[in-house]
């Protein structure tokens, strides 16, 4: 009996590591996303979708509220049954609408679930992994704050709306982003 104790609190002291590793980087999900990926991108937003002007100050956070249950990130997410809440403003939203869309050509490096990214570093003007850079859009700037930019894993989707923008997803947090490709080196 006493073996068998010695053998359990030993078991629990080598299990302890792991379930408190990473708390120190303030873990921002919220009991949200935790690895979850969705299987496609959004799907086009309706034709009669509503159409917001763009906020006087020009990159300031924009008046919306995302977090639509308990537990939900008040930012663009992905539900588990793939439901993308808060894309869908349509194809004329003047807040990312690009002059020169794919300036510096088109992403390559493969979409969705089956390519997940390590981020390797920069911050949300310029962000990279594999060689390949990106620049979050400057309305989105106040939901990436919780971004780990050296580590978090991404999954990256085209945008059905947005010419010339591509939708970064992290599967820690759950939520996502509208980005531009600012291409490879």
Sequence with gaps: MK??????????????????????????????????????????????????????NHGG??????SDATGHPEAPHVHSDGRWIGHDSGRNDPRFHVEHPWEHGH????????????????????????????????YDYPYVGDWFWDSDNIVIYEDPDHPGWYLAYNARTGTYVHVTYLGNQ
């Design 61 to 66: 956070p924009e008046n919306r509220h995302f």
């Design 107 to 138: 992403f390559n490096g493969g979409f969705g679930r089956d390519h997940v990214f390590h981020l390797g570093g920069g911050n949300r003007e310029r962000f990279w992994f594999n060689g390949f850079y990106f620049s979050v859009a400057p």
């Design 3 to 56: 073996k068998l104790s010695v053998l359990l609190a030993t078991l629990v002291m080598c299990s302890l590591p792991a379930l408190t590793q990473d708390r120190g980087r303030g873990d921002g999900n919220r009991g949200f996303g935790g690895g979850h990926i969705p299987p496609h991108g959004p799907p086009p937003a309706a034709a009669h979708a509503p159409q917001r002007a763009a906020p006087e």
